[in-house]
T-cell receptor
């Protein structure tokens, strides 16, 4: 398989702009996770989906963040408006039930 | 809050030596997973051990799980410079698939 695909790989934007991160999970996986990684806070789970339905979004930092999964092969994480403290690496991962999570390469976001 | 916590935070060893990393967690788990992350890269899954298993092997990796102590260890035998990376444990608990990571152990293997 092609693995989990994320785009873009790098994003540089200015404060206040909208940022959209994209993820294509592994075909057949029914769980999708969005994580954020920073030096200070480590790897934080933002939200996860099961069969395209959001199950737990308690890690989403605030209303500026939203995530959708319109179908089994695509998910987006949107930040609007973006702030410098959102700068981080954002990972998408997918898995089947009770299986290992497979991670994408991440999107490195820098908000100026 | 973090479910799993790795120990030590950093470990530096010589090539050929064994490396042991520990993970402690708080609540009953479905399974515990170990991942590796090379600098600037994504996480790679190493081993998944289920709550009813005590030990698992994969190549030079050995993972143990002690549910009574709520702890797990990852042993890398005969380490190589290429093993230099951060190692994370992750747990899911209850009926949930919510996979939460610790802060990792940064392993440096000196040639």
């Amino acid at each position: 398989d092609a693995g989990v695909i994320q785009s873009p790989r790098h994003e540089v934007t200015e404060m206040g702009q909208e940022v959209t991160l994209r993820c294509k999970p592994i075909s057949g996986h029914d769980y999708l996770f969005w994580y954020r990684q920073t030096m200070m806070r480590g790897l934080e789970l933002l939200i996860y989906f099961n069969n395209n339905v959001p199950i737990d979004d308690s890690g989403m930092p605030e209303d500026r963040f939203s995530a959708k999964m319109p179908n089994a092969s695509f998910s987006t994480l949107k930040i609007q408006p973006s702030e410098p403290r959102d700068s981080a690496v954002y990972f998408c991962a997918s898995s089947f039930w009770r299986g290992p999570a497979r991670f994408g390469p991440g999107t490195r976001l820098l908000v100026l | 809050s973090q479910q799993g916590e790795e120990d030590p935070q950093a470990l530096s060893i010589q090539e050929g030596e064994n490396a042991t990393m520990n993970c402690s967690y708080k609540t009953s788990i479905n399974n515990l997973q170990w991942y590796r992350q090379n600098s600037g890269r994504g996480l790679v899954h190493l081993i998944l051990i289920r709550s009813n298993e005590r030990e698992k092997h994969s190549g030079r990796l050995r993972v143990t799980l002690d549910t009574s102590k709520k702890s797990s260890s990852l042993l890398i035998t005969a380490s190589r410079a290429a093993d230099t990376a951060s190692y994370f444990c992750a747990t899911a608990w209850g009926g949930s698939e919510k996979l939460v990571f610790g802060k990792g152990t940064k392993l440096t293997v000196n040639p």
